[in-house]
Each structure stands twice: as structure tokens, then as C-alpha cells.
Antibody
């Protein structure tokens, strides 16, 4: 079964750090781009970051640049999100998702086709 | 960052209705657009990518269209399982961005 399982969410004080993990199973993890997407309580979805299959390229939303780092360990089928200098506005459910790369005639397309169940990060004093 | 704006933000409909959700990008994104469905307490589910290509396993009552800046998601015959929040998302350029969501409620 294709599956993603996140862990590491916790209550943390403003300015603190947290490392989220996402363990993949049922597919060749090392072949896929991977993303983190978050959802603040009662709000919409916000893409946070993604990483190339070999880990050589990453991208981030502006609000987390310099504070969050996405990484992966393909030998352990695992994706990570290191979150530093946490703020109240980082409070959210964090999902990891598989970015399925689909090559069509007119370009390379992506769809986040597999998602974890989410892990909750609460930043509060 | 490219801003994605969905309309309406919410609406009520009945089972069997044909419903359309609109998504507008703040700049042209060709067909680099996906649609997701999210139910309460659950992770999002990919419905459509490349603006109009149905993800495997998604019922054919869902369809997408558009290119450039204007896109639509249509549900041809609304079923009870379709009451949810729908999001569009562009992947034309980083940072990838989502629309604010459209909630489809039962009338």
C-alpha cells in the first residue's frame, strides 16, 4: 500500500525548533519530488516547500525561507522538515505529499497524489 | 507569488445539480493547474492536474477546463460524497500557491 506517515508535531514555544518526519512506503521514494503543505486551523492550504528526488534542489514559500529546511534520506525512505525560529503563525497541520511528475506533450506537470494524515504543530507560550 | 482566486467562496447545492467552481490566476499559468478536494479532518485528494486531466480513480463526473488565467472545475451531477472544500493550485512557478478554497454545502 502506498503510504505516507508524518510524525514530530508538538506544542512548542515561539522561537523554538521542531523537526517533522514523513516515512514513505509502498513506492520508490527516491524517484519522487516531495512536498510539505500546511493548513492553519480553519484556514486553507499553503504549500511550504518541496525537494527534488536526489535532494539536490529545494524551493520554499517566502514566509519560511531562512527558518525551515526540507531534506530527505532516500536510504530510509524519509522526508524531513526542520523548523527553526517558530512563530505563532506557523501553527498548523503539516502534511507531506508526493509530487507526482507527469511528462505530457506540452510540459512537465505535477500533482500531489499521495498525502499523509498530517501532524499538528502548535506554537504558543 | 502568483495569486489564485476562487469563486464563489461557498455555495449550497442539491444532489444531482451541475456545479461549477472558478479559479483565476493573477498571471498566466498556461495549464499548470491542479484541483483538490478536502473533507473535514482529512488530507486533500488530487482530482485533476494539467488543468483538465482526471487523476486515476476520480469519477468522470468531475472535469476541468481552462488555460492561461481562467479555469473551471465542474461536477456534472453532484453526489453526497462531493460535499467538501475544493482548492485550485498552480505549479507554474515557485512558490506553488493554492486558491482560498470553495466550500460546497448541502442545500
Amino acid at each position: 500500500e502506498v503510504q505516507l506517515v508524518e510524525s514530530g508535531g508538538h506544542l512548542v514555544q515561539p522561537g523554538g525548533s521542531l523537526r517533522l518526519s514523513c516515512e514513505a512506503s509502498g513506492f520508490t521514494f527516491s524517484s519522487f519530488w516531495m512536498s510539505w503543505v500546511r493548513q492553519a486551523p480553519g484556514k486553507g492550504l499553503e504549500w511550504v516547500a518541496n525537494i527534488k528526488p536526489d535532494g539536490s534542489a529545494t524551493s520554499y514559500v517566502d514566509s519560511v525561507k531562512g527558518r525551515f529546511t526540507i531534506s530527505r534520506d532516500n536510504a530510509k525512505n524519509s522526508l524531513f522538515l526542520q523548523m527553526n525560529s517558530l512563530r505563532a503563525e506557523d501553527t498548523a497541520v503539516y502534511y507531506c505529499a508526493r509530487d507526482n511528475e507527469i511528462i505530457l506533450e506540452l510540459g512537465v506537470h505535477y500533482g500531489m497524489d499521495v498525502w499523509g494524515q498530517g501532524t499538528t504543530v502548535t506554537v504558543s507560550s | 507569488a502568483i495569486r489564485m482566486t476562487q469563486s464563489p467562496s461557498s455555495f449550497s447545492a442539491s444532489t444531482g445539480d451541475r456545479v461549477t467552481i472558478t479559479c483565476r490566476a493573477s498571471q498566466g499559468i498556461s495549464s499548470y493547474l491542479a484541483w483538490y478536494q478536502q473533507k473535514p479532518g482529512k488530507a486533500p485528494k488530487l482530482l485533476i492536474y494539467a488543468a483538465s486531466t482526471l487523476q486515476s480513480g476520480v469519477p468522470s463526473r468531475f472535469s476541468g477546463s481552462g488555460s492561461g488565467t481562467d479555469f473551471t472545475l465542474t461536477i456534472s451531477c453532484l453526489q453526497s460524497a462531493d460535499f467538501a472544500i475544493y482548492y485550485c493550485q498552480q505549479y507554474y512557478s515557485y512558490p506553488w500557491t493554492f486558491g482560498q478554497g470553495t466550500k460546497v454545502e448541502i442545500k
